[in-house]
């Protein structure tokens, strides 16, 4: 293989590096002129800044560092980052060293050490984070990504014993997944201390509130993945958790869904959500959260209720449509697909999604550059070169399982037993860029399922080598292990690789993991995991700060034909659709025997029910899991196509459009400050009389009144009625049905209606009253759906009697009401008419009590 030498990292790969990856000296005390640090520029809790510079003076505990921008920044040498590595080669040489070590003679150590050197060199190879911060640099570390504790005992002693379990292995660096599905449901008994339980969520924000206070390594918060099963009582609880502020922000979440709750959506029925019966006498120990098992045993499980099961897929949907959570996987394929189906099966993922595990199981991840093995000569894929890098990472990953630290005894007995790698790729979209190929286009589902194909094909070829060498891992046995559904896939199209393993055996359970390489691949310089660019130019918000960046093969392409647009394989994220995306994962799935870190990015005014067209279409493809991510729809993203201070000079401009039904440059709006304004033309005054419709629908703070009044058959004013007089709810509503009618009666644009409950529609708040199309989120989301239900009436645009559809609004509501009277969940039951907001949470909670406002939710008092 091709070396290069004195491999030089700028801007912000360098910082990533630096922060990261580089071996860190722990006393940075030792700091002196001349050496290179990271300094904290900005000090700020949630989004700090840090510049490369070098040590220039150094006074006592002061030290004067100069930035590659040129600025001198005094900083106390205890908040340096001094690092004993400074170049990539010297990772290479510690990381190549490390790997080997564990050979068996000195011969092959040296052998294996420049091998692994080889493949490293330049990038090829991208060692997952764990293992390039940790090998050869801290006995402490574990070289693992992510772990999959056993979900908990229902108990407060087991409880508490997994949350040990997960802030041990957090602060050494490791994330860490858990499936809830074993804790008991809301409001079920206690025996022992004559109570009920709080529920899964409660607990799993408790997980999630410690995941918070970790910090590991000094460098990065804890990360976890929080899982509930289909059949759990508390599902739609889990749900829409995030709903409300504060209970759950330290933590993904996914629900596990069953081919069999798949089946019922799509045939419309009936889903029962069930739990063991706790009073067994031998709940305590035999309780695991497999049900499967528990049933079959022939133990007792208690019906709590049922649900259709398009309620609460439904519900999954709009709650991933607003917020990109949660996501799905598809569990019981999963363990379909799963190698090691027969004696582990898998029960949660990694905090990213791509790594099934089961109790116990580890994500030992690395990654293939694939912008490396592009022949420009040929114009094509350098297969040889792929193969010979493939075989080699196979190797080094299976060494990671000899070399790591193990922390809990478990975790090694496991690993050892079936000896999971996960060797993945990023650089697809840049190598594909090279190629010529669309992403996306069904030129390349064709090339990913070759490209992908030859990747598996030859990982299990090295395994088998592997195992002939050293020995199969040890719950290896070949025909069970065949059965899976993955090595029927792979053995079907390559039966090289089933003579290999019945022949020689196969090292390692799994082999194949894509995961999302956001850091590790921003540092080297290419597209991240399987992804597209996200764009050509963006910016990066991380702990490092706020980071301009250029994707540099569309750079070069554009300083090459200036005044030119880039050719049509040029294509970042948001420019393929939502399907596209999901094509290309299911491609890829196919040859991947665990699974993938992939987000469907869908543009702003993606709709519900397109969200669910694509968890569908991601269940018939094949795919494991499915996730999206609207743009728009969190507060914080780490990538954005804006600078902030622009997207800041942007919004009153977009407020101004707003009120305007249209662009401001259509506007033609006098605006005057400390005056009165001139008379706006575009504005529609008044008339004395207006008819309209009043519209009955409960909302989360009680009873509304919605009257919808047309001007010349259009809806031009709303009037709303929550709340008790004098309240904040009631004059918050008076306040947007003003605001409403305001942007109704300017100007002519003739989709204003359809914009209004485009962007009123799905707000939500601190609960919710009802269930599918009949929920209903908050008041701004009751206006939305009264103006639904207003245009498409036949009573639209003339003179009418509203008491019919206000009947047939309240009648919906009353039975959605009247099919769960016997659930106890206040979210879906119509709450007090007399609550107001909380000025303390937020939550439309506040409710007198003895006399005096107090909020049910925080405990605010006005009686203090």
């Not at 040489?93 to 150590?109: F, G, H, I």
Request: aromatic share 8%.
């Amino acid at each position: 293989m091709k070396t290069k030498q004195n491999q030089r990292l700028e801007g912000l790969s360098e910082k990533i590096f630096l922060d990261r990856y580089a071996w860190k000296n722990p006393d940075p005390s030792h700091a002196k002129v001349g050496d290179v640090v990271l300094v904290l520029t900005k000090d700020d809790p949630k989004f700090p800044t840090k510049e490369v510079g070098e040590v220039v003076a150094r006074d006592g505990q002061s030290a004067t560092v100069k930035t590659r921008s040129g600025a001198l920044v005094e900083a106390d040498v205890e908040k340096l980052t001094l690092n004993i590595e400074k170049t990539p080669e010297e990772m290479w040489d510690r990381l190549a060293n490390a790997m080997a070590s564990v050979e068996e003679t000195p011969e092959k150590q040296a052998e294996w050490s420049e091998k692994f050197r080889g493949i490293l060199e330049d990038w090829k190879l991208v060692p997952g984070g764990r293992i390039a911060a940790g090998a050869g640099a801290s006995d402490e570390l574990t070289l693992f990504n992510c772990y999959v504790i056993p979900s908990p005992k229902d108990s407060r002693g087991g409880i508490m014993e997994t949350l040990s379990e997960m802030t041990e292995i957090m602060a050494r660096g490791g994330g860490v997944g858990i499936n809830l599905s074993s804790l008991r449901p809301r409001r079920a008994v206690v025996k022992g201390v004559n109570g009920s339980s709080s529920g899964a969520v409660s607990w799993g924000g408790l997980f999630s509130y410690t995941t918070g206070l970790i910090e590991q390594g000094g460098s990065r918060r804890g990360a976890l993945m929080l899982m509930i099963n289909d059949w759990h009582p508390d599902v739609l609880d889990f749900i829409t958790v995030k709903q409300t502020m504060g209970q759950v922000t330290n933590a993904n979440l996914s629900v596990c869904v069953s081919n069999a709750f798949m089946k019922a959506v799509k045939e419309d029925l009936d889903w029962e959500l069930v739990f063991p019966d706790t009073t067994d006498d031998d709940y305590t120990e035999v309780w695991d959260g497999d049900l499967d098992k528990w049933r079959a045993a022939g133990r007792k499980v208690v019906h709590y209720r049922t649900v259709k099961a398009r309620e609460i897929w439904h519900t999954i949907i709009e709650s991933a449509w607003k917020s990109a959570e949660p996501g799905v996987v598809f569990m019981e394929y999963y363990n379909q697909m799963s190698n090691s189906w027969y004696f582990n099966p898998i029960i949660c993922t990694n905090p990213c999604g791509e790594q099934g595990l089961p109790g116990w199981g580890v994500c030992n991840l690395s990654a293939i550059n694939l912008s490396k093995f592009y022949d420009e000569e040929k114009h094509e894929v350098n297969w040889d070169e792929l193969a010979v890098t493939t075989r080699y990472s196979v190797r080094f990953l299976d060494n990671v399982i000899t070399k790591t630290p193990y922390h809990f005894e478990e975790n090694e007995q496991n690993q050892k037993k079936e000896r999971r790698v996960g060797l993945g790729t990023m650089g697809l979209a840049e190598l594909m860029i090279k190629l010529h190929i669309r992403y996306g286009s069904p030129e390349s589902l064709e090339f990913l399922d070759k490209l992908y194909g030859f990747i598996a094909k030859e990982a299990y070829l090295a395994s088998a080598e592997i195992a002939a060498e050293k020995g199969s891992f040890p719950a290896f046995e070949a025909d069970k292990y065949l059965q899976s559904g993955f090595m029927k896939v792979i053995t079907e199209v390559y039966p090289e690789v089933e003579d290999a393993i019945r022949e020689k055996g196969v090292r390692n359970v799994t082999l194949i993991t894509q995961a999302p390489t956001g850091s590790t691949g921003t540092m080297v310089g290419t597209s991240t995991g399987i992804e597209p660019y996200f764009a050509f130019k963006y910016y990066r918000q991380s702990r490092l700060g706020f980071d301009e960046q250029f994707v540099p093969i569309a750079q070069e392409w554009m300083d090459a034909h200036p005044g030119e647009e880039l050719p049509d394989y040029y294509v970042t994220a948001m420019s393929l659709s939502a399907e596209d995306h999901i094509r290309v994962q299911a491609a890829i799935q196919r040859w991947v025997d665990s699974s993938i870190s992939k987000t469907a990015n869908c543009p702003a005014d993606f709709t519900v029910e397109d969200t669910k067209r694509l968890y569908e279409l991601a269940f018939d493809l094949g795919c494991k899991g499915v996730t999206i991510y609207r743009d728009g729809s969190r507060d914080v993203q780490v990538l954005q196509t804006e600078k902030k201070e622009d997207k800041e000079a942007k919004a009153p401009a977009a407020s101004e459009a707003a009120s305007n039904g249209g662009s401001s440059e259509d506007s033609n709006t006098s605006i005057a400050v400390g005056k009165k304004a001139v008379e706006d033309k575009q504005y529609k005054k008044r008339p004395q009389v207006l008819r309209g419709a009043t519209y009955k629908i409960n909302t989360p703070f009680g009873m509304a009144y919605i009257t919808i009044n047309d001007l010349n058959g259009i809806p031009s004013e709303i009037f709303l009625n929550v709340g008790k007089a004098g309240s904040d709810v009631f004059a918050m509503a008076e306040a947007l049905g003003r605001v409403c009618s305001l942007f109704l009666r300017y100007g002519d644009h003739g989709e204003k209606v359809e914009l209004l409950i485009k962007h009123l529609k799905g707000i939500g708040g601190s609960g919710a009253i009802g269930f599918g199309p009949n929920r209903v989120e908050s008041i701004a989301d009751a206006v939305a759906k009264a103006l639904e239900i207003h245009v498409q009436s036949d009573h639209f645009g003339g003179d009418h009697d509203p008491a019919p559809v206000a009947a047939t609004v309240a009648h919906h509501h009353d039975e959605q009401t009247h099919d769960h009277d016997h659930d106890n969940d206040q979210r879906y039951n119509a709450p007090p008419a007399s609550r107001d907001l909380c000025p303390s949470c937020g939550s439309a909670s506040l409710i007198n009590i003895e006399g005096c406002k107090t909020c049910s939710n925080c405990g605010y008092s006005k009686c203090g």
